[in-house]
């Protein structure tokens, strides 16, 4: 039976001095927030905080002691959980695939109880993995096992996304993803974001996460919402000692030429170095088994380049090795200056570096983290 | 040629048509109940003790003690039999069963019900296929019960190879014995080898890593 939808877009969710105890331990006190239709809001702070009881509050997850949640001036009470449910997009960290069923049955399965056709739910499972940049006829069919870990984020995204729901609540997405990984996802998310233009509740622990994603900011501790407001607000004007701990307000007088590269870089192991004479099939695979979905290519022990696993894919059928495809990178040593290195950059229109030290890749620059931690 | 001989004689193909017969219909019905009051009891954990320890005292009984019990009501033959067999199997299936939802990881049943689940939903959609290895645990060993106390219908004209064992204890035919007590080894060992293969193609397929 199709359950109808409760709201084709989001003007506001608001919450009304909400407070979740259990026993002694006050989870959230007397909470007032209101995320706005459209914006993507995120919810920071300490562990124990509040923010992911806040986030199930909102799908009736967890049921509040007191106090009102409204969506679109609706109490969320009066509808009928399964149904808030399916009208609100969910993703954890832990992805939470189910085992025994493959990419489509899990994306599908929701589509499947509201009783759309097997030709709509191919119709469909395929749209959502092109937007998540998974080829359709590679991993419909295959079971979450059988993926990495930042493939199955995309098919956990995906699902969140069958039904269309108008607002998408997202815990700690990326935070079990190694960090390189998980900056190629919020780069891609970022990209995403603009088209799927819904309202995304979204909770992290990683404040670079909150400022590269975030349209505005709430900042928890202790059970409630200390400050919440754009990056700039909280940076330029930061309520108490927490928050510019938080976000580390300080950063906005470092100064530029006393870093270095290294001091910016992501550092990396021998898992993201790949032979140039290997074969792309081979490399998927090895990306696959240790989880990483991008690596630098050595010919003879000397760096000429990376790969990505999202290009990889598309080249397994051919007889291609890494040495056929691979992307030239800019190389910097990791006592160059930050700022030569950006110029190096951005003369070469391109967002990633590689960073040596003692003729060894020790690391990644990408552009755009670097500009971040600038702000 | 003396095994054609007492194959003949005793008529062991059709004793073996029997046999599997009164098997598949003890062994069939025996796991669709021991499934449903498997469920039945996880979505009432509070008759579930009372429920498995009834079963349980069924399963102390000698299982021959359960078969001579059954003849005042069921009279000789087929019928008391198979009751028996059911009787004896459903311990092992439903105790799997109960076990095996109860048993599924909290974080798919959380995760479920956060992508707009019912309970109904999750438990046809995820507890039952993510129970399924160990439902089929209980069944093989259901299967192994049920091969004996079919084979112990002999004892009370159910027909069946149990029927040509007994006939050739009475006559001291140790001929007739070993042929018909090896086929109902083998019998017995390549339907176990079935259900085991079937066990580990659930256990790949529903299996968690």
């Known amino acids: 039976m199709p359950t109808q939808r409760l709201f084709d877009r989001i003007n506001s969710v608001h919450l009304q001095q909400v407070t979740k105890q259990y026993g002694e331990h006050v989870a959230v006190k007397q909470l007032d927030l209101e995320i706005q239709g459209g914006e993507l809001l995120i919810l920071i702070g300490p562990s124990g905080s509040g923010k992911t009881t806040t986030l199930r509050m909102i799908n009736r997850l967890i049921e509040p002691d007191e106090g009102v949640i409204t969506i679109n001036d609706h109490n969320i009470m009066d509808f009928d959980p399964v149904r808030l449910r399916r009208n609100i997009g969910y993703v954890i960290q832990d992805i939470g695939l189910f085992p025994h069923m493959t990419i489509r049955e899990n994306i599908g399965l929701v589509p499947r109880l509201e009783g759309w056709s097997g030709q709509e739910i191919s119709d469909r499972v395929r749209h959502l993995l092109d937007f998540v940049s998974l080829s359709p006829e590679s991993f419909m069919d295959r079971y979450p096992r059988q993926l990495s870990g930042g493939q199955q984020q995309r098919i956990g995204l995906a699902r969140a996304l069958a039904m269309d729901p108008p607002l998408l609540l997202m815990d700690e997405p990326f935070g079990a993803l190694d960090p390189i990984l998980r900056k190629q996802l919020q780069d891609e998310f970022n990209i995403i974001k603009q088209e799927i233009g819904r309202t995304i509740l979204f909770v992290t622990h990683d404040i670079d996460e909150a400022f590269k994603l975030g349209d505005r900011i709430g900042i928890m501790s202790d059970a409630r919402l200390i400050q919440i407001g754009t990056p700039e607000e909280l940076i330029l004007h930061p309520e108490n000692e927490l928050v510019s701990d938080i976000v580390d307000a300080k950063k906005k007088f470092k100064h530029m030429d006393t870093l270095r590269v290294k001091d910016m870089m992501s550092p990396i192991t021998d898992t993201y170095l790949f032979d140039a004479g290997m074969t792309a099939q081979d490399a998927v695979k090895r990306m696959t088994q240790t989880n990483v979905e991008l690596a630098i290519v050595l010919d003879n022990s000397v760096p000429v380049g990376y790969v990505e696993m999202a290009h990889l894919v598309q080249q397994i059928y051919y007889d291609v090795t890494l040495r056929d495809i691979v992307e030239p990178i800019p190389i910097f040593s990791s006592n160059d200056h930050i700022a030569s290195a950006l110029e190096k950059l951005k003369d070469r229109g391109g967002s990633l570096g590689l960073v040596m030290e003692a003729e060894r890749p020790s690391g990644l620059f990408f552009l755009n983290d670097v500009l971040l931690r600038l702000i | ?209």
């Not at chain 2, 006939?167 to 001929?175: A, E, F, K, S």
């Open chain 2, 1 to 209: 040629m003396q095994v054609v001989d007492v194959w003949d004689s005793q008529l062991l193909t059709m004793r073996t048509f029997e046999h599997l017969y009164m098997f598949s219909i003890a062994l069939f019905s025996a796991t669709i109940i021991g499934i449903g009051i498997g469920i039945i009891v996880f979505l009432h954990p509070k008759i579930a003790d009372t429920v498995l320890n009834i079963l349980n005292t069924i399963e102390t009984l000698p299982d021959i003690a359960l078969l001579v019990l059954l003849l005042p009501f069921l009279g000789l033959g087929a019928k008391p039999t198979i009751v028996a067999s059911i009787l004896y199997s459903i311990l092992p299936i439903t105790r799997n069963t109960y076990v095996g939802l109860k048993s599924v990881n909290k974080e798919y049943i959380y995760i479920a019900q956060s992508i707009g689940l019912s309970s109904n939903e999750i438990l046809l959609n995820v507890r039952i296929p993510m129970a399924l290895p160990l439902i089929a645990g209980g069944f093989r060993i259901a299967l192994v019960f049920t091969m004996g106390l079919i084979t112990l219908g002999g004892l009370i004209a159910a027909g069946g190879l149990g029927t040509a064992l007994q006939t050739g204890i009475y006559l001291y035919d140790v001929d007739t014995i070993l042929v018909a007590g090896l086929w109902t080894g083998v019998l017995a060992v390549i339907l176990d080898a079935v259900a085991g293969i079937i066990e580990s193609r659930l256990q790949v397929r529903y299996g968690i890593w």
